[in-house]
């Protein structure tokens, strides 16, 4: 008998995040996973620094995904999501930290 994963996800209407927004996104997934990837809809990244190095005054779409576990923050022009595949205190954590950094009007009460 093996226990089913449960997936946790949280959407989020419209955001404006920053660079150090990201910089607290990227910190909470290392926090719980080996690997830290970014794209947007142009282009894939090996580092935030790489990210931030396209002079781009604005991107409407860009994926953080964190590998084993996985987990990923999904920032879109028409909404942003938060997702974890699996159950567990450290990513149940991470989950409400990301929704925090990513959700600028509760940042204030996490």
Do not use: H, W
Not at 57 to 68: D, H, Q, R
Not at 76 to 90: I, T
């Amino acid at each position: 008998m093996q226990r089913i994963k449960k997936s946790y996800s949280v959407r989020l209407n419209p955001v404006r995040v920053y660079y150090d927004d990201l910089e607290k996104v990227v910190e909470c997934i290392r926090e719980v996973s080996s690997k830290v990837g970014f794209s947007s809809d142009e282009y894939t990244f090996d580092s935030l620094e790489d990210l931030i190095s396209v002079k781009k005054e604005k991107m409407c779409t860009l994926s953080i995904v964190g590998n084993s576990p996985y987990i990923s923050v999904e920032l879109k022009r028409d909404g942003a999501s938060v997702y974890v595949e699996e159950d567990s205190p450290a990513l149940r954590a991470c989950l409400k930290k990301l929704f925090c950094v990513v959700n600028a009007p509760c940042a204030e009460r996490c």
